[in-house]
């Protein structure tokens, strides 16, 4: 019912889109393929098997004006979940702008704690094939409904500097495949500053919020083993093992996430990094969600007009690490390159290596080496 909806509501939207000037209508999207040596899961991907559904999506942006001061924002994005897609609304909310220098938005809009939050599903946007997972996977909410005040002020003709405050609520899932963390914030609150010019983009962030957090575990019995075999009644029929979830409840009293990144471009040589800390105010909670420190570096090159090479390094660690959820420390070196068809579309390619370390979960997720590969296509239209 609900995909009958969202469908309903695009195509009614595309038919105002062609019989009104001020509707207009923007999409994006990507089709990208990754694999990896190991079945162990990186991230929002998957492991050893081949994955086409991770990093593919589309996306259908819709946003009028009403007058001289509203703008209504409508997106709809499908995004590949464990071989499937999802359908759901990312956007929908009003802007209303007094004047040139203030902003006010109302309604689902993008939680914007790092530095691509705001469009970090249209990929074409930015230079890297996967966003860095050490930084932008730490946290299940990407989106809050709620209200928006920001205000801009341009120092001259070549640099603006912006604030903003936010607050609302909001919910989201990181899929791990044999574990998730389920996550509702309310009470959520937060401040961000942002500097620009011609080659230098810069911010500082703090998010602060109540989160229950549902940590679903995905395992399996042997029904070889006499005491499960025989609790269900036996026989030659009997699968050769039970799948079922355990589902354990967290209520974090207050979780704070406190960022900050940049983005610089020197002629033909870019320079790009962000720096994020995870904390919360309960020393008992779980500790992959407290204490956890991640950034990343990153370099890239354009030339000859449409292409690019790039590296990066990310890490992500705790002081204390977990033996419980399998989220051990790890350190990640990436290298891509990147080849810009039309501009609308961009060829991508790139392979990582991955080295986990720290103590052995009970899921038996130690110290660990894996490579991964990637490629596919950015487009908007």
Do not use: C
């Not at 492991?47 to 509203?70: E, H, I, P, V």
């Amino acid at each position: 019912m609900q995909r009958f909806i969202w469908f309903f509501l695009v195509f009614y939207a595309h038919g105002l889109f062609a019989s009104d000037q001020d509707l207009r209508l923007a999409g994006f999207g990507s089709a990208k393929y990754t694999a990896s040596d190991s079945e162990r899961r990186f991230y929002n991907l998957s492991g050893k098997d081949s994955d086409w559904s991770a990093l593919s999506k589309l996306g259908l942006n819709f946003s009028k004006r009403m007058g001289d001061q509203f703008q209504g924002i409508f997106q709809i994005i499908g995004l590949g979940v464990r071989d499937d897609y999802n359908v759901d609304v990312d956007l929908l909310h009003l802007v209303f702008s007094p004047n040139e220098e203030i902003k006010i938005i109302f309604g689902k809009q993008k939680l914007p704690t790092l530095l691509y939050s705001r469009y970090r599903e249209t990929s074409f946007l930015y230079h890297f094939i996967d966003l860095p997972g050490a930084v932008y996977e730490i946290s299940p909410i990407r989106n809050f409904s709620g209200a928006t005040i920001r205000y801009t002020h341009n120092i001259d003709l070549k640099r603006e500097l912006s604030a903003e405050l936010y607050g609302g609520q909001g919910g989201g899932t990181l899929d791990y495949g044999d574990f998730s963390i389920e996550g509702q914030g309310k009470d959520l609150i937060g401040f961000r500053v942002d500097y620009g010019s011609k080659n230098l983009n810069a911010y500082a962030n703090v998010t602060s919020l109540s989160l229950d957090t549902n940590i679903v575990i995905s395992t399996s019995v042997s029904t070889a083993n006499p005491a499960i075999g025989g609790l269900l009644g036996g026989g030659p029929n009997l699968p050769d093992a039970i799948k079922f979830d355990l589902i354990t409840d967290y209520d974090i009293s207050r979780l704070t996430l406190v960022s900050t990144g940049f983005d610089f471009m020197l002629g033909k040589l870019g320079f790009s990094g962000e720096y994020s800390i995870l904390d919360s105010s309960k020393d008992e909670v779980i500790r992959d969600l407290r204490g956890k420190y991640s950034y990343y570096l990153s370099t890239r090159y354009d030339f000859l007009q449409n292409y690019q090479v790039y590296y990066f390094y990310m890490s992500s660690w705790q002081p204390e690490n977990n033996v419980i959820i399998p989220i051990p420390n790890d350190e990640t070196h990436v290298v891509g390159f990147n080849y810009m068809i039309n501009s609308s579309i961009s060829l991508k390619f790139a392979a990582s290596s991955t080295y986990y370390f720290g103590k052995t979960n009970l899921l038996g997720l130690g110290s660990e080496r894996l490579s991964r590969y990637y490629g596919g296509l950015d487009f908007v239209f």
